[in-house]
């Protein structure tokens, strides 16, 4: 894994976690709180937009990934956000992405060990 990868994995982490800290809110709390809404949704087009940096090469590397429903959820959000699904976004957020996090974290751990080594010195 070269250091580009590596750090574009790390957005991927950092956008998981936000969505995971997002979920242990609650539903109520989505249901209930504007700005938890629109943050779970803008974090699900973040992941897409996160994973797409990673390269096609990347992404059909790893089943794992849902891409196309990523992908998918993404547009609808982006370009017809007054048919959103609810459940579908919640879902994604409080289900998926740990799901997704979990098949990533060995990868992520191994993108960090790389992007901390420090430099050689001459």
């Known amino acids: 894994m070269d250091e580009r990868t590596a750090e574009r994995l790390l957005y991927v982490d950092a956008t ?3 969505m ?3 979920a242990a809110r609650g539903r109520s709390a ?3 709180d504007v700005a938890v809404t629109r943050a779970c949704q803008y974090n699900v087009i973040r992941l897409a937009a996160d994973l797409e940096r990673l390269g096609e090469t990347w992404i059909s ?4 990934v ?3 429903l990523i992908k998918g959820m993404r547009n609808r959000i982006a370009h017809n956000y007054w ?3 609810d459940e579908i976004v919640w879902a994604v957020v409080a289900e998926h ?3 997704l996090h979990r098949a990533l974290v060995e990868e992520i751990e191994h993108a960090r060990a790389i992007l901390e080594k420090e430099p050689e010195r001459d």
Do not use: F, S, V
């Open 66 to 68: 849902p891409w196309r």
């Open 30 to 32: 989505y249901d209930t």
């Open 83 to 85: 048919t959103i699904d």
């Open 61 to 64: 590397a790893h089943n794992e």
């Open 97 to 99: 992405a740990p799901k």
């Open 20 to 22: 995971g800290q997002l």
């Open 16 to 18: 998981l976690t936000e």
